[in-house]
T-cell receptor
């Protein structure tokens, strides 16, 4: 089941620069998308979300872009900080009553000082 | 800030034994979920629970699994007869019933090791 894919297993970025994490999906019924950050031995922490009626949502250093025609979303972190080093998961939901989340495989971000 | 809590943090059990994983969701949340992550694999949905009944479940959530909200605060996942392949991190999550905000908030997880 590859409905949500994160093709880059890892990304290394210099502190202060922009981090761009990408996610692709195949299910056109998905209408809500979320990004989570996960540290080892902890649960996923919600970062930012976007509804399919929007193409951009911004929260501080984090911006999520949604391209529905390409079935692609991205998370931009600017400026990147060493504390941002973690595994980032994108997740998608069909917005039905249960709203189960379908997760991508994650991208490990390393921000170097 | 309110958070989802889970106990125990690590559970070791023998194959065939029953285990109960416990979660306390955020107090004003109305939807509750269990997910699991087998080492090296994706986070997978197991079950969602709303208004004291299962609203969705995945193929993984077979007759060996059950969920319960025994009181106003706890949400439990029971595995009746554990198998080696049940070894995973199990995450509980909860969310408000406030459309269109569908963010789910996750607990720290319970690491289940079946030997």
């Amino acid at each position: 089941d590859q409905q949500v894919k994160q093709n880059s297993p890892s990304l290394s970025v210099q502190e202060g620069r922009i981090s761009i994490l990408n996610c692709d999906y195949t299910n056109s019924m998905f209408d809500y998308f979320l990004w989570y950050k996960k540290y080892p031995a902890e649960g996923p922490t919600f970062l930012i979300s976007i509804s399919s009626i929007k193409d951009k949502n911004e929260d501080g250093r984090f911006t999520v872009f949604l391209n529905k025609s390409a079935k692609h979303l991205s998370l931009h972190i600017v400026p990147s900080q060493p504390g941002d080093s973690a595994v980032y998961f994108c997740a998608a939901s069909e917005g039905n009553a249960g709203n189960m989340l379908t997760f991508g495989g994650g991208t490990r971000l390393m921000v170097k000082p | 800030e309110p958070e989802v809590t889970q106990t125990p943090s690590h559970q070791v059990t023998q194959m065939g034994q029953e285990v109960i994983l416990r979660c306390v969701p955020i107090s004003n949340h109305l939807y509750f979920y269990w997910y699991r992550q087998i080492l090296g694999q994706k986070v997978e949905f197991l079950v969602s629970f709303y208004n004291n009944e299962i609203s969705e479940k995945s193929e993984i959530f077979d007759d060996q699994f059950s969920v319960e909200r025994p009181d106003g605060s706890n949400f439990t996942l029971k595995i009746r007869s554990t198998k080696l392949e049940d070894s995973a991190m199990y995450f509980c999550a909860s969310r408000l019933n406030r459309v269109p905000l569908y963010e789910q908030y996750f607990g720290p997880g319970t690491r289940l090791t079946v030997t």
